[in-house]
């Protein structure tokens, strides 16, 4: 695990602090804590860059697949697209498809 995962890792953490439990946190598999430097935790955000939390895995991981071939132009989901498995893509779309507010 690279240093930049693990500063994500550690900032989604005490942001997620008030709306998830330790035990929900220490389920999360790796990468998917990184994620809410751009993706709210919020219930409510006025924003362009979708929440996951709560959303239909399925959709989380077609939105993966579209960035990382290119068939969706993003400025840096592509790059952090590609650095994911198939696998890992799939577990973290799950987990926060489990996510609830």
């Known amino acids: 695990m690279n240093a930049t ?3 994500g890792i550690a900032a989604f ?3 997620l602090a008030g709306h998830a439990s330790a035990a929900e946190l220490a389920d ?3 990468g998917a804590l990184s994620c809410s430097g751009c993706h709210s935790t919020a219930p409510a955000v006025d924003t362009a860059v ?3 939390i709560g959303r239909n895995s399925a959709d989380i991981v077609a939105a993966m697949q579209a960035f990382k071939t290119g068939r ?3 400025t840096v989901m592509e790059r952090i697209a590609k650095g994911f498995s198939e696998d890992e893509v799939k577990a973290i ?3 926060y498809g489990a996510q609830k507010d």
């Open 13 to 15: 953490a005490l942001i």
């Open 93 to 95: 779309a799950a987990w």
């Open 28 to 30: 999360a598999p790796p």
């Open 50 to 52: 979708p929440r996951l």
């Open 72 to 74: 969706v132009p993003s």
């Open 5 to 7: 995962r693990i500063v």
